[in-house]
């Protein structure tokens, strides 16, 4: 299949470097790139990255392309991407962090694309759609949103609770790493907390992916409370949840449920882990393994990590490629 990525920030650069390190049998050919900034700067954040190291390859721009490996992707430099000739594309990956709007959501399909895979969370979007939790509901769907990486840890997480036992309700607070949407310096935001220096304190935030469970998993609505609290790493969040369990299971049967669950999207481990030991790896959640915690009655802790960058570009390929 023929991808185009709008939008060379952070997943669009990680998911075109997964598809030439470990994703490079996907079947995925990126037929062109677009950003607004200017291509030898892009070249030189993809190949120096600060989180993943330097790209194990070559990369070079010019003439109208960056080349990696040897391979020469076109790249596109304009902010609507409505007018480049798009017809050879199966599918846009929508990177951009702007598609919050059908009119910019649709660009991709204006070019020709046959579909558009938006990068997170988007109302302009036809259906929102999370591998291991609600991957049926794409259907023949133009426009679909990946929801967020919060949100690709999660619902598969309680897709599986609530088919083995029944979810009565719960609590989840993701520790997440800084982001873009922080300043460095305490800089005037809407939000006070987050106008405060991201890399120098613990923030305490909101997070959308517990309205988006509303979306992907209808039938828990209202059952599944969150918050944020934003801490100074670079990579690698993780998922605290607490949760009621209708079944009353004891550790044994949700550590066997979990267990069974492991695969592409949902990993454990049984090693007393720290974030960066995460780091790069392609499951949506590891759950932790001696982090599990039972009380008699059904109510668990279960508290997994994530690398929302890299996970979450391995959901984009997937999805890529299932909606192809």
Wanted: charge should be negative; charged fraction near 15%.
């Amino acid at each position: 299949m023929r991808i185009a990525i709008n939008g060379f920030g952070r997943i669009g650069r990680t998911i075109v470097r997964a598809l030439f390190t470990s994703r490079r049998d996907s079947g995925v050919t990126i037929a062109a790139i677009n950003d607004i900034a200017a291509a030898d700067l892009c070249a030189y954040l993809f190949e120096y990255d600060s989180v993943f190291g330097p790209f194990p390859g070559t990369v070079s721009v010019g003439d109208g392309a960056l080349t990696i490996n040897g391979t020469a992707i076109p790249f596109y430099h304009g902010d609507d991407i409505s007018t480049f000739d798009f017809g050879d594309v199966d599918l846009v990956l929508e990177c951009t962090g702007k598609a919050n709007s059908r009119a910019v959501a649709e660009r991709g399909l204006r070019a020709g694309a046959r579909r558009v895979l938006i990068s997170g969370p988007s109302a302009a979007a036809d259906a929102t759609v999370v591998l291991g939790a609600n991957e049926g509901a794409a259907g023949d769907y133009p426009i679909v949103s990946n929801a967020s990486c919060t949100t690709n840890a999660l619902a598969p997480l309680l897709a599986v609770l609530d088919s083995a036992f029944g979810v009565d309700h719960g609590h989840m607070t993701t520790i997440h790493c800084y982001t873009s949407s922080q300043p460095m310096i305490d800089t005037p935001r809407g939000d006070f907390a987050r106008s405060r220096a991201g890399a120098l304190s613990m923030v305490p935030t909101t997070t959308s992916a517990t309205a988006l469970i509303d979306t992907v998993l209808p039938h828990l609505t209202g059952r599944i409370t969150g918050a944020a609290v934003r801490v100074p790493t670079a990579s690698v969040s993780a998922v605290d949840l607490i949760v009621q369990l209708h079944g009353k299971p004891d550790h044994a049967a949700i550590e066997a449920a979990l267990r069974g669950a492991v695969g592409p999207v949902l990993g454990w481990t049984d090693r007393p882990l720290v974030s960066t030991d995460l780091r790069a790896r392609p499951e949506s959640l590891i759950i932790a393994g001696p982090e599990l915690m039972v009380q008699p009655g059904g109510m668990a802790r279960i508290f997994g990590w994530y690398d929302n960058e890299w996970g979450f570009s391995n959901r984009m390929i997937d999805m890529a490629i299932r909606l192809a």
